[in-house]
């Protein structure tokens, strides 16, 4: 959870800047938007994480929170990486020559995706807070 603050911004404005930068983006959806708050789906394929702003007006400013959920992202790669083991495994029993290495390989593989996808999540967060900030008000 990170909070941010922009200075003489509206709900409505930031919510609606937030949804035009969701829409521009080829692996983001808007999946609920309500008076105080937008939920967007990153996806590559299957939902990754959903990204929840939460927006609290406090005088002439906005205070913002972004709150990331990885539900989606464990209930995805755990069973990947178990799908993965498994296949291994049927080639083990099949060749009987297949060595433990080649659980390693598919261990680590799996490692390497989900940094990719982690690090993935957080360049699209990125990107949409450079945008956000490059609005004038």
Same mark, same amino acid.
Request: hydrophobic share 50%; net charge negative.
């Given at each position: 959870?990170?909070?941010?603050?922009?200075? *003489?911004?509206?709900?409505?404005? $930031?919510?609606?800047?937030? +949804? @035009?930068?969701?829409?521009?983006?080829?692996?983001?959806?808007?999946?609920?938007?309500? +008076? +105080?708050?937008?939920?967007?789906?990153?996806?590559? *394929?299957?939902?990754?994480?959903?990204?929840?702003?939460? =927006?609290?007006?406090?005088?002439?400013?906005?205070? =913002?929170?972004?709150?990331?959920? #990885? &539900?989606?992202?464990? #209930?995805?790669?755990?069973? $990947?990486?178990? @799908?993965?083991?498994?296949?291994? /495994?049927?080639?083990s029993y099949i060749?009987? +020559? &297949?060595?433990? #290495?080649?659980?390693?390989?598919?261990?680590?593989? #799996?490692?390497?995706?989900?940094?990719?996808?982690?690090?993935? =999540? /957080?360049?699209? =967060?990125?990107?949409?807070?450079?945008?956000?900030?490059? @609005?004038? @008000?």
């Amino acid at each position: 959870m990170k909070k941010y603050l922009f200075l *003489a911004l509206k709900k409505e404005e $930031f919510l609606t800047m937030i +949804d @035009v930068i969701t829409h521009e983006r080829l692996h983001l959806k808007t999946k609920k938007i309500t +008076d +105080d708050s937008i939920t967007i789906a990153c996806h590559l *394929a299957l939902p990754i994480t959903t990204i929840t702003f939460r =927006v609290k007006e406090e005088e002439n400013n906005l205070r =913002v929170t972004r709150i990331i959920s #990885w &539900i989606p992202f464990l #209930w995805t790669l755990i069973p $990947f990486l178990i @799908v993965l083991e498994a296949i291994t /495994f049927g080639f083990s029993y099949i060749f009987e +020559d &297949i060595s433990v #290495w080649s659980y390693l390989i598919v261990g680590f593989v #799996w490692l390497l995706l989900t940094t990719f996808l982690i690090y993935y =999540v /957080f360049a699209e =967060v990125e990107e949409i807070l450079n945008k956000l900030y490059k @609005v004038e @008000v």
